[in-house]
């Protein structure tokens, strides 16, 4: 097993590309506003398919439904007995040593929407062609699984595409493909947005050069975390009975605020928003919001939306602070993506109570995301993030991509 892990670095070199390889991929992102799902697609197989694929930020598995699909001529199963099926197999996977070496590559496949695992999967490898400032083809490693596994996505998508830092990730196999930088920029929105991997001239780009940074961390999963500190509402900080919001855990190795983009709102153990939802009224009320009398599912607090004025990053209400390494450092949420309008006069709280058994202390959503530029730098460890881009006088839904760079568009 040592030997085997020695060449694993040289098998992830030898990735077929077929094409000149760029330093840099663009993938579009749409949200299907009836799941709060962002989905990409991806072309692949022998002839080409276009096939609609659920983003998920911290994921480790990439697989497809490969059933819903006509066969791909240059589809191949990997085996048992392969550099690629020990790199596909998670920590907590075993490999028999009685299995037969040429029978195909078992992998279980997780839906990360439902958190149910499939009963059945074959890892393979595909040619998929990909866009950057040309097309490019480039063979991928992914988990066929069956058609149950796909209840709870969206009923365009046909899988789900992983960018955690597990070996063989969509991310991880596209750096380890090409020579480039191994930055994940994602810009989501509530309409269309991007993931960017690689750099392509970026930092020409004053959003880019205005990100702050705090230290980036991974658990054993390759999920994302960052350390929240603190909470502030209203520039007040929030008391909690809990010592520590970023917390080391058992089995999991840490149980920091995970960064993610398939739980559609920021949620907290239900001892943190306890506190939380608390301060937040008390803020709210001294601004003469009006709380009404019922919720509105999935939503715990709301508000009466009339006679709350705007501004450019939506509703004035109380601002949230994620304070981070030191106080000068913080994640603020403003009206835009900390209140959900569910109708004309009623907006709610878009940070939901997870409950006892939450395995994180707080898992920033997508929403909380959106109109924000991210960026992991998986080289230095870091974490960048702008201020919402709607205070700019753009928004991801702006994000555009050209021959010679990538740039914002404003209104």
């Known amino acids: 097993m040592a030997s085997l892990s020695i060449f694993l670095p040289l098998f992830f070199s030898l990735l077929s590309v077929t094409s000149s390889s760029p330093n840099s991929l663009l993938l579009p992102i749409t949200k299907d506003t009836t799941t709060q799902q962002y989905l990409t697609t991806i072309s692949h197989g022998t002839p080409f398919v276009s096939t609609n694929v659920v983003v998920d930020l911290s994921g480790s598995g990439f697989w497809l439904d490969c059933s819903s699909r006509k066969s791909s001529s240059s589809l191949r199963t990997i085996p048992h007995r392969s550099l690629q099926c020990l790199a596909a197999k998670s920590h907590s996977q075993t490999w028999p040593i009685d299995q037969d070496q040429d029978s195909p590559c078992e992998i279980l496949p997780k839906n990360t929407i439902t958190g149910k695992s499939a009963t059945e999967g074959v890892l393979v490898e595909d040619v998929m062609k990909l866009k950057s400032t040309k097309d490019s083809i480039f063979d991928f490693l992914f988990t066929c699984s069956s058609s149950l596994l796909l209840n709870g996505l969206s009923n365009d998508a046909k899988g789900i595409v992983g960018f955690g830092r597990s070996r063989t990730s969509f991310s991880s196999q596209f750096f380890n493909s090409v020579n480039s930088q191994r930055k994940i920029t994602f810009c989501l929105s509530s309409s269309s947005g991007v993931v960017l991997l690689g750099q392509n001239n970026v930092l020409e780009s004053e959003i880019f050069r205005s990100l702050t940074f705090t230290p980036l961390v991974t658990n054993q999963n390759n ?51 306890s506190n939380f939802k608390s301060a937040f009224l008390k803020a709210a009320l001294s601004m003469n919001m009006s709380r009404v009398a019922s919720s509105v599912s999935p939503f715990d607090v709301c508000f009466d939306s009339r ?105």
């Open 223 to 273: 999920e994302y975390f960052i350390n929240v500190n603190s909470i502030k509402i209203g520039g007040k900080k929030v008391s909690f009975n809990t010592p520590s919001l970023s917390q080391k855990g058992s089995g999991y190795g840490y149980d920091g605020t995970k960064l993610s983009s398939v739980v559609p709102y920021t949620t907290m153990q239900s001892s943190i928003y």
């Open 307 to 411: 006679g709350v004025d705007e501004s450019q990053s939506g509703p004035i209400v109380p601002v949230v602070d994620f304070v981070l390494q030191s106080e000068m450092v913080k994640w603020r949420i403003h009206g835009r993506n900390s209140m959900v309008r569910v109708n004309d006069d009623v907006m709610c709280l878009g940070i939901l109570d997870g409950g006892d058994e939450q395995k994180n202390p707080i898992v920033i959503g997508g929403y909380q995301m959106e109109d924000v530029l991210v960026q992991l730098d998986l080289d230095s460890s870091m974490v960048g993030f702008s201020s919402s881009l709607l205070i700019k006088d753009s928004s991801c839904s702006k994000f555009r991509f050209g021959s010679k760079d990538i740039q914002f568009q404003s209104s």
